[in-house]
């Protein structure tokens, strides 16, 4: 059994700023005895302005955010995924990628979003990542001390083929660091994350963004920790905060032996 903590952040265009903010967080989680502490979608810089986000944002290796994080997980001695970051690869190419480190402080892994939210809500309410974003091409998963995380974000959860790939590999936790908006979250939020951990028998970590931004968009909030069964374990609303569950790692292969439906796919 270990503790898993997911953090809910209303980050802006401000990197010390949103790194204050989590480091805060993680401190709360700390004291409530957690063992890994997942961090939302772009964490540390809220934005889809292209040519802003060119300006501000760094290689890995300079990323002020990143940095920060890797002292914190050293100091407290703690696992941490960052949901995601915005990370600079070349002149005129950035990612969303999610990030994790160990508790030495070292980056054990990361991950870049694969697919892009590239959606006409409304009239007034249109997201074009790939506009911003290079997309990855790889599938990600670890073994962390506890087990197996398969690594992906946000939009990804609409992608149920990843999961199962993932699931394959061995993974029997999913993370799904998000920034959902309010229009599409209230509406399939709650169901794709059931969804997803039922049909894996997997545990789902998914630590989101909630709030209205500085830039007028609304993030849905509601970060959530879900067991292979389906179950919410624990769920923040709207506030920035932190939720903390026990979790069972056994308990996915002891479901997957009842229910041999990854066995037979």
Not at 29 to 37: G, H, L
Request: glycine fraction near 6%; proline fraction near 3%.
């Amino acid at each position: 059994m270990f503790r898993v903590s997911c953090i809910q952040l209303k980050s802006n265009n401000n990197i010390n700023h949103n790194l204050k903010k989590t480091e805060k967080l993680i401190i709360k989680a700390v004291k409530q005895k957690t063992d890994f502490i997942l961090t939302p979608e772009v964490s540390s810089l809220f934005s889809l302005d292209k040519k802003q986000l060119l300006k501000i944002c760094k290689p890995m290796s300079e990323d002020i955010y990143l940095k920060g994080i890797k002292n914190l997980a050293k100091k407290y001695k703690k696992w941490i995924l960052i949901g995601s970051l915005i990370i600079k690869i070349s002149k005129n190419k950035l990612v969303n990628r999610s990030v994790l480190i160990n508790k030495q402080g070292q980056i054990k892994s990361f991950y870049d979003k694969i697919h892009m939210y590239d959606v006409i809500l409304s009239k007034k309410e249109k997201y074009f990542e790939s506009k911003t974003f290079t997309a990855g091409k790889k599938i990600k998963s670890f073994n962390l001390p506890w087990g197996k995380i398969g690594l992906s974000i946000c939009f990804d959860l609409r992608f149920p083929n990843l999961y199962r790939k993932l699931s394959k590999t061995g993974s029997i936790f999913l993370s799904i660091p998000s920034a959902f908006t309010e229009t599409t979250g209230k509406r399939h939020w709650h169901s794709l994350l059931k969804a997803r951990a039922i049909e894996n028998f997997s545990y789902v970590f998914a630590p989101a963004q909630g709030g209205s931004h500085y830039n007028g968009r609304k993030t849905f909030g509601h970060s959530m920790i879900v067991s292979p069964d389906g179950k919410i374990l624990k769920e923040l609303k709207k506030s920035e905060g932190v939720i903390t569950a026990l979790i069972d790692q056994k308990l996915p292969s002891k479901l997957r032996s009842i229910i041999p439906s990854l066995k037979d796919d």
